[in-house]
């Protein structure tokens, strides 16, 4: 994770309100929200980060794509995290949901651990895709996709539909959730681990300084049951674990603690703290 740098993009801007909801809500300045939260919350977890706009600013596409590469340049390390809120458009009703869009130059791996860790959040999961550009279809539709460079892992993540109200109200009473997701889900990938599918909405990334034996007290479980839910076989556990935890501890279902243990930690060691 040391070698981790994310880029965090708030679409839209200033005199480019993005979608509006029927109340009057402005696609832009729940980006900006979104993609606030999200950078302080990588630098608390000790992941260097580049927030593209903090303020209500009109950028244009190329503006917007220089400052991207010019926060870490085009590296393999670099993710690319432009936050939105989908709109369904006129005569189509009660569209819901998360989706995330990946660059033609990328595999799935990231976008789709981001959507399960968005599901887990309790929102609804809709789709992990690609748009090619109609005229040329090598490229990708997006901007944020094709002129960011050529080793970068751009990703649009589509936190659910400003125009279903119900959808609206799930992302304004939500979105710290969602973002430590999106954030758990980015940290995950980097250490080569996968989301698991856990519809109570509760998982650990493992780091230093704690053990399963603690995380099993915090969340009213076992360590046999931990073992259990994650299909683990052995007492050892590896850095940057993702581990599904069962119901609420004392974090509940949205804590965004993290753990990760030490070379040579197992399932049985106490608290290190």
């Not at 929102?123 to 109609?134: E, I």
Request: charged fraction near 20%.
């Amino acid at each position: 994770m040391n070698n981790l740098e994310v880029v965090i993009d708030a679409g839209h801007g200033g005199t480019d309100s993005g979608a509006v909801s029927s109340s009057g809500v402005k696609e832009k300045d729940l980006n900006l929200q979104i993609a606030q939260y999200m950078y302080d919350e990588f630098r608390r977890r000790g992941v260097e980060a580049t927030l593209i706009r903090d303020t209500d600013e009109t950028i244009s596409p190329t503006e917007r794509v220089n400052r991207i590469l010019a926060a870490y340049g085009d590296n393999p390390n670099v993710v690319i995290i432009s936050n939105h809120i989908n709109a369904a458009g006129s005569g189509i009703q009660g569209a819901e949901g998360a989706e995330v869009i990946y660059a033609l130059r990328n595999d799935s791996t990231l976008a789709n651990n981001i959507l399960q860790a968005l599901g887990n959040a309790g929102q609804t999961m809709r789709k992990v895709y690609q748009r090619r550009l109609p005229s040329d279809t090598s490229k990708d539709y997006y901007f944020i996709h094709r002129n960011t460079g050529s080793n970068t892992q751009p990703v649009i993540v589509e936190y659910g539909f400003i125009d279903n109200p119900e959808d609206l109200s799930r992302i304004q009473n939500n979105y710290k959730n969602y973002v430590n997701a999106v954030v758990d889900a980015v940290i995950a990938t980097e250490n080569g681990q996968t989301i698991p599918n856990n519809p109570n909405g509760n998982f650990y990334i493992v780091q230093s300084g704690d053990s399963l034996w603690s995380i099993a007290n915090k969340y009213n479980t076992t360590v046999n049951e931990l073992k259990s839910l994650n299909n683990l076989t052995s007492n050892t556990l590896q850095i940057g674990q993702v581990l599904a935890v069962p119901g609420s501890g004392e974090g509940g279902a949205t804590s965004a603690n993290t753990y990760t243990v030490k070379s040579g930690d197992t399932l049985f060691m106490g608290n290190n703290e």
